[in-house]
C-alpha cells in the first residue's frame, strides 16, 4: 500500500492512493482533494495509508451515516464504560441509523437531522412509536459527539450537529414522598427483599448502583458512618463493579434508625448464608438474594415495583427514594451544601437545580427566622 501527491493548481493538490482490490487482485486507485501545502499533503497521505493499512480507512465520498457510527463506536469503546458503549450502541442501531444511516456522511446536511428528529417525536423509529424529547436530546448527543470525531479524522469539514436545535425537554414534577409515607413505606416492605435497600435509598440518599455494590467493609456501625466507594454497573455480560458516579469517594453519616436496621440484617443475613454454607465476612455485600449472591441493579427496580404494588403508597420509581431523602433533608433546612456532598454530587448547582421544588418554602423560613430577629432588636432600642 503507497501513495503520493499530484498538483492540480497552485494551492490545490491531489492525494493519490494505489491499493489493491482483494476479490480481483487488480489495482485500484483512490483519488483525495487536498487544499494546503505539500508538506500538509505528504503528512494526510502518510495519515491515510495507515488507516488503510489498520483496516479503519472510511473514504469520504461513499461512507454512509451508518457506516461511520459503527467505526465510531467501535473507535470509542475503549474509552467509555460498558453499559455507556452499549447505550450509545442502542440509541445508533435503534433511533439514528433507521432514520438516517442511508444518508451518505460527507453529503449529510442540518435540515436531514431536525427533519430526522421530527420524524422519531412524531412516529418514532420503532414499533413502540414516538419517542420522547429525552430520548431525541440522547440522540442528538451521540450523533454531535461522533460528527465531531469525523471532523478530527477530517472526513468532515464541519460538525453539522452544532447547526440543529435538539427538542426542550418539559420538566416534570418531581415525585416524591413526605416524610409520614416514608415511615408506612419503611413499615409496609420490613418484610420484603427491599427492605434495606430502600432504608438505604430513603434515609441515605444512595444511588441504586451504589447500594448493590455496598459492602460490609464499607460500613462502621459503631461510628456510624459509610464510605461510598463503588458502584454496580449492569452489562449484557453481567454485573461489574466501578468507581461511584463522577469518580468520587464520600462518607455518609448513618442516624441511629438506620445503624439499628443495619446492625439487624447483619446477623439475620449472616444466618441466612451459613444455612447456604458460606460464611459472612467483611467483604459481603449488604444486600444479596435469597440464593445468598449480590442484587442486580436491574433486578432491584423490578423488586421495588413488586414490593409497593397495592401497600397504598403512590407508585414512583426506586430512584425517586433518594430525591425524597434529599427533599426531606433540605425541607428540614440542612445547608444545601451538605446535602449535595451527602448525595455526591460534583457540584453544589446540580443540588440547587435538582431541587428548586424545596427552595421557596426554605426562602419563607429564612425570611421569617431575620424579620423574628429584627423585631426583638427593635424591641431593645
Known amino acids: 500500500m503507497k501513495g503520493h501527491i499530484r ?4 494551492g ?16 485500484k486507485r483512490k483519488w483525495h482533494k487536498f487544499k494546503g501545502t505539500k508538506r500538509e499533503a505528504q503528512i494526510e497521505c502518510a495519515r491515510l495509508v495507515s488507516s488503510i493499512d489498520a483496516g479503519t480507512y472510511l ?7 451508518a457506516e461511520f457510527l459503527e467505526r465510531w463506536l467501535e473507535h470509542i469503546k475503549a474509552n467509555v464504560a460498558p453499559r455507556t458503549h452499549e447505550r450509545y ?26 427533519e430526522a428528529y421530527a420524524k422519531a417525536l412524531s412516529r418514532g423509529t420503532t414499533a413502540k ?40 425537554i418539559e420538566r416534570r414534577q418531581m415525585q416524591v414522598y413526605d416524610i409520614p409515607q416514608t415511615v408506612n413505606l419503611i413499615e409496609a416492605v420490613r418484610t420484603h427483599r427491599v427492605f434495606i435497600p430502600v432504608v438505604l435509598a430513603s434515609m441515605c440518599g444512595l444511588r441504586r448502583g451504589e447500594i448493590a455494590a455496598l459492602r460490609w467493609r464499607h460500613v462502621d456501625l ?39 436496621e443495619l446492625r439487624a440484617w447483619r446477623i439475620a443475613q449472616a444466618q441466612e448464608l451459613l444455612r447456604l454454607g458460606v460464611r459472612a465476612a467483611q467483604d459481603t455485600l449488604i444486600c444479596t438474594t435469597a440464593a ?9 427496580t423490578h423488586e421495588w415495583l413488586k414490593a409497593i404494588a397495592g401497600k397504598g403508597l403512590p407508585r414512583i420509581r426506586f430512584h ?13 433546612g440542612v445547608h444545601v451544601k451538605v446535602a449535595s456532598e451527602r448525595l455526591g454530587h460534583s457540584k453544589i448547582g446540580i443540588t440547587l437545580d435538582l431541587y428548586s421544588h424545596v427552595l421557596p418554602g426554605m426562602q419563607e423560613d429564612a425570611v421569617t427566622k431575620v424579620d423574628a430577629a429584627f423585631q426583638i432588636a427593635k424591641q431593645r432600642v
Open 7 to 10: 498538483e492540480r493548481s497552485p
Open 12 to 27: 490545490r493538490l491531489a492525494i493519490i492512493l494505489d491499493t489493491h482490490d482483494p476479490e480481483t487482485g487488480k489495482r
Open 59 to 65: 473514504e469520504p465520498s461513499k461512507t454512509t451515516l
Open 89 to 114: 450502541g442502542e440509541l445508533v442501531r435503534r433511533n439514528i441509523s433507521p432514520l438516517l444511516g442511508g444518508t451518505i456522511l460527507a453529503r449529510l446536511k442540518p435540515a436531514q437531522i431536525s
Open 129 to 168: 412509536g414516538p419517542l420522547s424529547p429525552q430520548t431525541v436530546q440522547h440522540m442528538h448527543r451521540v450523533l454531535k459527539q461522533a460528527l465531531k470525531q469525523g471532523v478530527r479524522w477530517e472526513l468532515l469539514h464541519r460538525n453539522v450537529a452544532d447547526a440543529v436545535d435538539p427538542p426542550k
Open 222 to 260: 459503631d461510628r456510624g458512618t459509610m464510605s461510598i466507594s463503588q458502584s454496580a454497573e449492569q452489562t449484557r455480560a453481567g454485573v461489574r463493579y466501578t468507581e461511584p458516579k463522577r469518580g468520587r469517594t464520600r462518607n455518609v453519616a448513618l442516624s441511629a434508625d438506620v445503624v439499628a
Open 292 to 300: 445468598g449472591e449480590g442484587i442486580q441493579p436491574n433486578s432491584l
Open 320 to 332: 425517586d427514594l433518594r430525591h425524597t431523602h434529599a427533599t426531606h433533608m433540605l425541607a428540614s
